[in-house]
């Protein structure tokens, strides 16, 4: 979270809202174990929402799944294959789910989570935040991490089909 609202926000160009100016809120949920309440309270209520997930949600069978499954919330024609990744990725960003995760990373590895890939953008910059701010507060590693490193592409993207996706279920 600390990584993403601080590019959204500083990233510039023609046209560019950011979402304090944009009204869109980023809230932390604690985890894919928190989504569920979220969403069942903005879906009860009309409001449009989104969700940033690292690639372990967007297994087939993770809670976030179970939990849409039972809300009846799931897109049609999920993939065959439980282990194709990028397909299960293009699957969720229908219900709105997104994630910059390459890899589910369930066994263990961590290699799906958001830390992850703060990592392959930067190894020896995540390393050194990480000594100077502690490993204890991830929100924090994110924002110092994001305030050193431009905003990549793929993050900026990701941001702009958000603000597509909340606009068409608005």
Do not use: C
Not at 7 to 16: H, L, R, V
Not at 19 to 46: K, M, Q, R, W
Not at 77 to 83: K, L, V
Request: glycine share 12%.
């Amino acid at each position: 979270m600390g990584a993403l609202s601080t590019w959204w926000e500083a990233s510039a160009g023609p046209g560019w809202v950011p979402p304090s100016g944009a009204n869109i809120s980023l809230v932390d949920v604690g985890g894919d174990h928190g989504f569920g309440t979220y969403i069942e309270f903005l879906t009860v209520f009309g409001i449009p929402w989104t969700v940033i997930a690292d690639g372990p949600a967007l297994a087939p069978g993770s809670r976030l799944h179970k939990h849409l499954e039972a809300e009846n919330l799931l897109p049609i024609g999920a993939p065959q294959d439980s282990q194709d990744f990028l397909a299960w990725k293009r699957y969720w960003r229908n219900v709105g789910v997104f994630s910059v995760a390459d890899t589910f990373g369930v066994d263990g590895s961590k290699s799906g989570e958001f830390e992850a890939y703060l990592e392959r953008l930067d190894s020896s910059l995540y390393q050194q935040v990480g000594q100077d701010i502690g490993r204890r507060s991830k929100p924090r590693i994110g924002a110092a991490f994001a305030a050193r490193h431009v905003p990549p592409q793929e993050v900026v993207d990701l941001y702009e089909s958000i603000r597509q996706h909340l606009a068409s279920n608005h």
